[in-house]
């Protein structure tokens, strides 16, 4: 059996490291609003190790009240792609995962003047998400524009590396597809060879964007500064692939 198709929960999660920023510039009074007004209903329960001491493993229909297709972001940014899949897909769920502050609070901004409903916000690591989700509960998942940590030294930092991906392809459905979005060369080499390792098989890669795609603040940051964005799709392997 490979690892990226292991079933088992661990009771006892090893203590992780974080790299990255958790809070940024002063929260605007608004945003100080949204986060103490909206955060609170619109996080999924039993994630953290606070509230879930054991790792039991959660229901995900407990996230939006039915057996609707769940979707995940992985470091939704702003939020804005998170908001404009919602509205465009009102009969999925989608979780976003962002230890950024000010970005959950930017997000949830958007979410109030969009008045999408089918939104779900863990403002925390989405490994602590990963380890309590059922097998094969996500039917599609996106990583977009994620931290490119250039040094070589901090490659290991990035999310397409094995410590995510196989909890990844683990939640995600035979079949599911995983998007991913970057504008550095070096990021896309890295996750052209780990997610198929994975348990994935790469559909497309290429500098032409999905269909119903958002661009992002990172990525028009990304073109003015003259980098070229390019866009991966992969699917998770069946499980007659993975045995097989």
Same mark, same amino acid.
């Given at each position: 059996?490979?690892?990226?198709?292991? +079933?088992?929960? =661990?009771?006892?999660?090893? $203590?992780?490291?974080?790299?990255?920023? $958790?809070?940024?510039?002063?929260?605007?009074?608004?945003?100080?609003?949204?986060? +103490? #007004?909206?955060?609170?209903?619109?996080?999924?329960?039993?994630?953290?190790?606070?509230?879930?001491?054991?790792? $039991?493993?959660?229901?995900? $229909?407990?996230?939006?009240? =039915? =057996?609707?297709?769940?979707?995940? #972001?992985?470091?939704?940014?702003?939020?804005?792609?998170?908001?404009?899949?919602?509205a465009r897909y009102p009969g999925i769920g989608i979780v976003g995962c962002e230890p950024f502050i000010n970005g959950v609070a930017m997000l949830l901004?958007?979410?109030?003047?969009?008045?999408?409903?089918?939104? +779900?916000?863990?403002?925390? =690591?989405?490994?602590?998400?990963?380890?309590?989700?059922?097998?094969? +509960?996500?039917?599609?998942?996106?990583?977009?524009?994620?931290?490119?940590?250039?040094?070589? %030294?901090?490659?290991?930092?990035?999310?397409?590396?094995? #410590?995510?991906?196989?909890?990844?392809?683990?939640?995600?459905?035979?079949?599911?597809?995983?998007?991913?979005?970057?504008d550095i060369p070096d990021y896309m080499r890295q996750t052209l060879e780990e997610v198929p390792r994975a348990g994935f098989d790469l559909v497309a890669e290429t500098p032409l964007a999905w269909e119903d795609w958002l661009s992002t603040r990172y #990525?028009?940051?990304?073109?003015?500064?003259?980098?070229?964005?390019?866009?991966?799709?992969?699917? %998770?392997?069946?499980?007659?692939?993975?045995?097989?």
């Open positions: 059996m490979s690892d990226s198709s292991k +079933s088992a929960f =661990d009771p006892n999660p090893p $203590r992780r490291n974080f790299y990255g920023r $958790r809070h940024g510039k002063t929260l605007r009074q608004s945003q100080k609003g949204y986060l +103490s #007004e909206d955060l609170g209903d619109l996080r999924p329960r039993g994630i953290t190790v606070q509230d879930n001491p054991d790792r $039991r493993p959660i229901d995900p $229909r407990a996230i939006f009240g =039915d =057996d609707r297709p769940v979707w995940l #972001e992985v470091g939704f940014g702003g939020g804005e792609h998170m908001v404009h899949m919602a901004g958007k979410i109030r003047n969009a008045g999408v409903t089918n939104v +779900s916000v863990h403002p925390g =690591d989405a490994r602590d998400l990963m380890d309590v989700l059922p097998d094969a +509960s996500i039917s599609r998942a996106f990583l977009n524009y994620p931290d490119p940590w250039p040094k070589a %030294r901090h490659h290991r930092r990035r999310f397409v590396t094995p #410590e995510h991906l196989i909890p990844l392809a683990r939640v995600m459905k035979p079949g599911a597809e995983f998007r991913v979005a970057t #990525e028009q940051k990304a073109l003015r500064e003259g980098r070229v964005p390019h866009y991966a799709t992969f699917r %998770r392997k069946g499980r007659d692939d993975v045995f097989g």
